[in-house]
């Protein structure tokens, strides 16, 4: 008996059909985007400074999550919802009241009369067993307080409605009355498992 010799297989198109798979693939495919928050570090300073200078009490508010997600605010448990409001008190301060931050006054440019400035600090501390939801959450609260701060003195200051509204010079005066410090310490395991 004679042997059948096998025909070749043409593989011509095998090459157009993964090239068509992979562009199909690649057009599907949707990439999760990394998100976080948006933050500016201050510029690294020039020489070695020595600042003997300690912060009062008063001037600083304490913000601590702990392992558990619970909410500590100078030392005191607190609730997420009532942490804004109790960030604008903080933030605004008041001249009369030893309980909230101490103000300076100042002159700032495009604003006509002197004006006093808090000189208070948020401190943001938390456990390395944290949840990052909970830290974001706690994060957009604290950073809502400053934005509306803001509108409400763009409004007192300028007249508009919002922060978003001024021109740049309207917006940097502003923000020389209500900079947004929130001092961000390292996570350490301050407690729970």
Not at 65 to 92: S, W, Y
Not at 99 to 109: D, G, H, N, S, T
Not at 111 to 129: A, E, F, M, Q, W
Request: charged share 30%.
């Amino acid at each position: 008996m004679a042997k059948r010799e096998i025909g070749e297989i043409n593989a011509g198109s095998m090459a157009d059909i993964a090239f068509l798979l992979l562009i199909f693939f690649l057009v599907t495919t949707t990439m999760d985007v990394d998100t976080g928050i948006a933050r500016q570090l201050p510029p690294i300073p020039e020489e070695k400074q020595e600042t003997t200078e300690e912060i009062k009490e008063r001037n600083i508010f304490a913000v601590l999550i702990n392992a558990q997600d619970r909410l500590l605010v100078n030392g005191r448990p607190m609730e997420i919802d009532v942490l804004r409001e109790k960030a604008i008190e903080f933030i605004k301060s008041d001249p009369n009241n030893v309980k909230l931050p101490e103000m300076e006054e100042m002159q700032i440019k495009g604003i006509n009369k002197p004006v006093l400035v808090p000189v208070g600090i948020i401190s943001l501390r938390n456990d390395r067993g944290t949840t990052y939801g909970r830290y974001i959450e706690v994060q957009n609260e604290l950073v809502a307080a400053y934005n509306e701060i803001r509108d409400e003195a763009a409004f007192e200051y300028f007249g508009k409605r919002k922060y978003d509204d001024l021109n740049e010079e309207q917006q940097e005066a502003i923000r020389q009355i209500y900079p947004q410090r929130i001092s961000e310490a390292e996570p350490k395991n301050i407690g729970g498992n």
